[in-house]
């Protein structure tokens, strides 16, 4: 193995984990890459394998028992992890508190907020025992203010900037740096997600404006990776320019 830092990338198959993924490769991180979708986390790490040294695990985040064997999983070699990027999560639907679907809820709590702490919890053993680390959390402008139907995506957001700033305070007497980046629209499969499937839908939300891309967030970890030793950006919230709250847009 190089000496490269060992970053692990949840969701690394789509989106912001992808770009994450493909810009640390040559930025000198060690990838592990983790998602469902095995054949995407191959065909990803054949193609990093050009860069840097990459692994995968294909884990669903809301078992718990398959998280933690599938991290105590690793080879020696990568066991050693200085950087979690908590990533993978998703919106599930976007309906009134009143109609909204149980197993939407309990898909977005499970994953968004119960799934990142399941992660953390199998990868702080070694961070807090070198007493060194850096996880980074994506939250979300979801996560900052409320919007019609964004209820439930919402509650798991703001957890998710909760549980980022308790993480800090705890981890604090072990040198773990803690971030959360806190991104507005950007397109992805997101909407496809949240819209379960439904393509026309999904482009409608990102149409007459530039939306962010998953680089402009890989680009924000980057930088927040690469600060001296004694600087933490601690909470950071970005929106495409023709954003300007959780709901006001400039469309064209
Ligand atoms: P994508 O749908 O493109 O990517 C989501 C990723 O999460 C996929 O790699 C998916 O992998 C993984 N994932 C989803 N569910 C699970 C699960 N149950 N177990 C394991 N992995 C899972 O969306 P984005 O890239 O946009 O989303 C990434 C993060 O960014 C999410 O936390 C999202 O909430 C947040 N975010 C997104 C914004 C946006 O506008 N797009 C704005 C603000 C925040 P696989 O299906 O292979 O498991
Ligand atoms: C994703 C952004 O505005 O759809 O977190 O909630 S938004």
Request: hydrophobic share 45%; glycine share 2%.
């Given at each position: 193995m190089t000496t490269n830092r060992i970053a692990l990338i949840t969701g690394a198959t789509s989106g912001i984990g992808e770009a994450t993924a493909r810009l640390l490769a040559t930025n000198n991180f060690n990838l592990i890459l983790c998602g469902r979708r095995k054949d995407r986390l191959q065909k990803l790490?054949?193609?990093?394998?050009?860069?840097?040294?990459?692994?995968?695990?294909?884990?669903?985040?809301?078992?718990?028992?398959?998280?933690?064997?599938?991290?105590?999983?690793?080879?020696?070699?990568?066991?050693?992890?200085?950087?979690?990027?908590n990533n993978a999560g998703n919106a599930h639907g976007l309906d009134p508190i009143q109609t909204g679907s149980v197993e939407d809820w309990d898909s977005m709590m499970d994953i968004n907020v119960k799934g990142l702490?399941?992660?953390?919890?199998?990868?702080?053993?070694?961070?807090?025992?070198r007493n060194n680390g850096h996880i980074i959390n994506i939250g979300s402008i979801a996560g900052k203010e409320v919007y019609a139907n964004g209820n439930v995506y919402c509650a798991?957001?703001?957890?998710?900037?909760?549980?980022?700033k308790g993480m800090r305070i705890d981890l604090n007497?072990?040198?773990i740096k803690v971030t959360a980046i806190h991104p507005g629209l950007v397109e992805t499969e997101f909407s496809l997600v949240r819209?379960?499937?439904?393509?026309?839908?999904?482009?409608?939300?990102?149409?007459?404006?530039d939306p962010l891309v998953g680089n402009d967030i890989a680009d924000l970890i980057l930088f927040t990776l690469t600060r001296p030793q004694h600087?933490?950006?601690?909470?950071?919230?970005?929106?495409?320019?023709?954003?300007?709250?959780?709901?006001?847009?400039?469309?064209?």
């Open positions: 790490a054949t193609e990093l394998k050009t860069h840097t040294e990459v692994t995968t695990l294909s884990f669903e985040v809301r078992n718990q028992k398959e998280v933690a064997s599938s991290i105590e999983s690793l080879a020696t070699e990568w066991k050693d992890i200085d950087v979690l990027i702490l399941y992660v953390t919890k199998a990868v702080l053993p070694v961070m807090t025992k798991s957001k703001f957890a998710v900037d909760a549980v980022t007497a072990h040198g819209f379960k499937g439904d393509e026309e839908r999904s482009k409608n939300v990102y149409k007459g404006f600087v933490v950006i601690a909470d950071l919230v970005v929106l495409p320019t023709a954003q300007a709250s959780a709901t006001v847009v400039k469309k064209t």
